[in-house]
C-alpha cells in the first residue's frame, strides 16, 4: 500500500466521521462546526481528485460562506431552541429513508458504470483555444455552459432578495442587523486593518488567474466578500442600508452585464450567449470582473442578513 | 547534497508532525480554555513552521519556497488573533460569571 492510498483511505474515514458527527452533535453549534470541518476535508479530498477548482470553491462557498451563515442562523436561533418542538419520530424515518435511496443511487452509479462512457469532453478540450481560455473549467463555466452561469447569478440574487423580504416593514431599507463586536477591540481592529489589503489582491488574482489555472469569479468574489464582513465586524466601516442606490447598482451589474452581452450575441454572433469569433477573451474578463463584485457584495449582504433598524447605532 | 537535504526534510517533518501530536495531546488534555489555546498556537507556530521549513528544499524554486512562508505567516497571523480574540472572550465571561 503507498503512502498515498494510506492517506486517501484515512481522509475517506475521516470525512465519513466528521459526517455522522455533524448529524448526531446534539447542539445547533457542535453541528455547524462539524459543517465548517467536513467542508474544509472535503476540498482536500477534491484536491486528492485533481479538481483544484471544485476544491476552492468548496473551501470558500461551501465551508466558509455558508459556515459563516449557518453559524449567525445558530446564534439567532439560540434564544428560541429550547423551546422548538423536535420533529415527530415519523418524519425522522422519512428523512432517512430519503437520505438512504439517494445514497445508495450514488453508490450504484459509481459501482457500476455504464461499459461506454459518454463523454464530451475531449470535444470540449479540442475547441477550448478559439475562447483564449486554458483552464477548461472556465469553458465549461463562461463559454459552453454560461446559461448555467448565468441563472447561477440570478439565484443569488433570489437569495438575497429572500433574505431581504424577512425584513419588517418599518425597516424596509435600513440597516442589516449584522452582529458588530460592540466593544472597539485593538486585536481585531488591527486584523481588519492589515488583512485586506493582502486579501483584496489574493480575490483579484483568483478571478484573473481562473482563465488559464484553477480559480475564478466566485471563488474570487468571496475572498472580497469576506474581506468587506471583517472590516464591518471589527466596526471600521458601517453597515450600509440596503435602500442605498450605489450598493443596489454593484449588486445587480454583474448579472445585468452578462445579461447584455448575451443579447448582445444575437447580433455580432448569431446566437443567445455567443461570442464574435476572436473576441471571447475580452468579453469573458468583462463579464467575470463585473461578476466578481457583485458576487462579492451579495455575498457580504447575505452575511449581513435582514434590515433590523433605521438609524445607525 | 541531495541527500543531506532528504535528511533534512524528514527530520524537520517529523519535528512538526510532532508539535502537531503534542498540541492536539494538550488541546484534549488541558483543564481550562486559555491553557488549551497554548497548546494549540505551539502547533500552529512550530509544527506548521518546522513543516514549511522542511518542505522549502522541494518547493521548486524561489517562488514556491516564497509561497509557503506566506502562507505560514498567515497561518500565525490568523491563529494569533483568533486565540487574543477568544482569550479576552473567556476572560470577560469568567469575570461576569
Known amino acids: 500500500m503507498t503512502v498515498a492510498l494510506a492517506f486517501d483511505i484515512g481522509l475517506g474515514i475521516l470525512l465519513l466521521a466528521v459526517a455522522g458527527w455533524a448529524v448526531a452533535a446534539c447542539s445547533t453549534y457542535a453541528a455547524t462546526i462539524a459543517f465548517i470541518v ?18 476552492l470553491t468548496e473551501a470558500a462557498i461551501g465551508s466558509g460562506v455558508t459556515g459563516m451563515l449557518l ?24 428523512v432517512g429513508i430519503s437520505c438512504a435511496l439517494i445514497s445508495v443511487a450514488l453508490a450504484a452509479a459509481i459501482l457500476f458504470p455504464p461499459d461506454v462512457v459518454f463523454t464530451l469532453a475531449p470535444a470540449a478540450m479540442a475547441h477550448l483555444p478559439e475562447s483564449g481560455l486554458g483552464n477548461p473549467v472556465a469553458g465549461v463555466l463562461f463559454v459552453y455552459r454560461s446559461l448555467d452561469t448565468l441563472l447561477e447569478k440570478a439565484v443569488l440574487l433570489l437569495a438575497l432578495l429572500g433574505v431581504w423580504s424577512l425584513a419588517p416593514d418599518r425597516f424596509w431599507g435600513g440597516i442589516p442587523g449584522l452582529q458588530v463586536y460592540r466593544q472597539r477591540n485593538a486585536i481585531l481592529i488591527f486584523f481588519a ?19 488559464d489555472h484553477p480559480g475564478g469569479a466566485f471563488q474570487g468574489g468571496a475572498v472580497l466578500a469576506v474581506m468587506w464582513i471583517l472590516v464591518m465586524i471589527a466596526g471600521l466601516r458601517d453597515v450600509p442600508p440596503i435602500g442605498q442606490r ?63 433598524r433605521i438609524q445607525p447605532q | 547534497m541531495n541527500f543531506a537535504l532528504n535528511i533534512f526534510t524528514v527530520l524537520a517533518v517529523a519535528a512538526g508532525a510532532f508539535f502537531f501530536l503534542a498540541g492536539t495531546v494538550g ?25 514549511v521549513l522542511g518542505l522549502l528544499p522541494h518547493a521548486g524554486g524561489l517562488l514556491g519556497a ?10 500565525q497571523l490568523s491563529g494569533a488573533i483568533v486565540t487574543q480574540l477568544i482569550a479576552s472572550l473567556t476572560r470577560q465571561d469568567g469575570s461576569r460569571a
Open chain 1, 71 to 94: 453559524l449567525s442562523a445558530a446564534a439567532r436561533l439560540r434564544v428560541i431552541e429550547p423551546a422548538a418542538v423536535a420533529a415527530g419520530t415519523p418524519l425522522r424515518i422519512a
Open chain 1, 246 to 308: 450605489w450598493m443596489r447598482l454593484l449588486v445587480v451589474v454583474g448579472p445585468v452585464v452578462f445579461l447584455a452581452i448575451g443579447l448582445a450575441g444575437f447580433a455580432l454572433a448569431g446566437a443567445f450567449l455567443g461570442y464574435p469569433a476572436g473576441y471571447a477573451k475580452p468579453f469573458i474578463i468583462v463579464i467575470e470582473v463585473t461578476l466578481q463584485i457583485s458576487i462579492a457584495v451579495t455575498l457580504g449582504l447575505l452575511a449581513a442578513g435582514p434590515p433590523e
Open chain 2, 27 to 51: 488541546l484534549l488534555r488541558f483543564p481550562d480554555v486559555l491553557t488549551r489555546l497554548h497548546a494549540l498556537t505551539k502547533a500552529d507556530n512550530l509544527g506548521l513552521g518546522l513543516i
Open chain 1, 38 to 55: 467536513y467542508g474544509l476535508l472535503l476540498a482536500i479530498a477534491w484536491v486528492r481528485l485533481f479538481a483544484v477548482d471544485v476544491a
Open chain 1, 193 to 211: 486593518q492589515i488583512l485586506p489589503p493582502l486579501g483584496i489582491m489574493v480575490g483579484i488574482y483568483m478571478t484573473w488567474v481562473g482563465a
Open chain 2, 66 to 75: 516564497l509561497k509557503l512562508i506566506g502562507i505560514w505567516l498567515l497561518v
